[in-house]
């Protein structure tokens, strides 16, 4: 079913899914939220983020929109957005500093609608980069990171975060160095929970049954409670 269009900025997050623009740093950014199932609603907030706009990348690419299904469909109501020149997004792509200012005024307004939930985050490839970066400074309950693109961005000078975190990473992935994530999360003091997908590229080609099940067995124990009312 197609989300049903709303003005700009809510007042409150939907019922139902829908779309609408919110208000960015740069101008107006383009936003789809969904809801869980009442009867296994939870008390939380995912915020998820696309790949590289130059590359083609939004809220609409096949990995983000199962990580979104598989979120949803563990009790987590969810928002996806288009970072600024992405789809109907104001703004051009700012390699990943404007795109983290896009995230905080979209945190901002999850905050300000539903101040009582937790705050997931979520991204895949560039979007993970730019989650992973801002997790620690919005305060994070919990992080869902895949293919992050060590070696291809800066992530030595990220602080990084404490919260519960899932990393899941193709081991046949042809645009992020397999090796690269896997030796960055082991140096890491605070280790994640890393899922190694053999066989599996970085558009999780013939794979994204397998992501939404990754997903969902890892957060399981992360969920909190049902929502209730």
Known sequence: MNPIELPADPASF???????????PTGKLEAISDIAEPACA?????????????????MHNKVVTMAERALRESGIDT????????GNSQGAYDKGQGESDDLVAVVNWVRRVR????LWLAGFSFGSY???????????????????PVGRWEFEAVTLPT????????EADEVVEPQAVFDWVDAMQHKPELVRMPD?????HRRLMDLRGAIKHAVRSWLPPQRHG
Do not use: K, Y
Request: some cysteine; glycine content about 8%; charged content about 10%.
């Open 79 to 86: 928002l996806r957005f288009n970072f600024r020149g992405a």
């Open 115 to 118: 101040p009582h939930d937790a």
């Open 14 to 24: 939907p019922d139902v899914a829908a779309s609408f623009m919110l208000n960015g």
């Open 163 to 170: 919260c519960p975190w899932l990393i899941v990473q193709g």
């Open 42 to 58: 939870r008390g939380a907030v995912a915020v998820l983020c696309h790949p590289l706009t130059p590359e083609g990348g939004t």
């Open 130 to 148: 730019v989650t992973i970066r801002n997790a620690v400074q919005l305060h994070a309950d919990a992080l869902i990171s895949i293919a992050p």
């Open 200 to 204: 599996t590229s970085h558009f999780f």
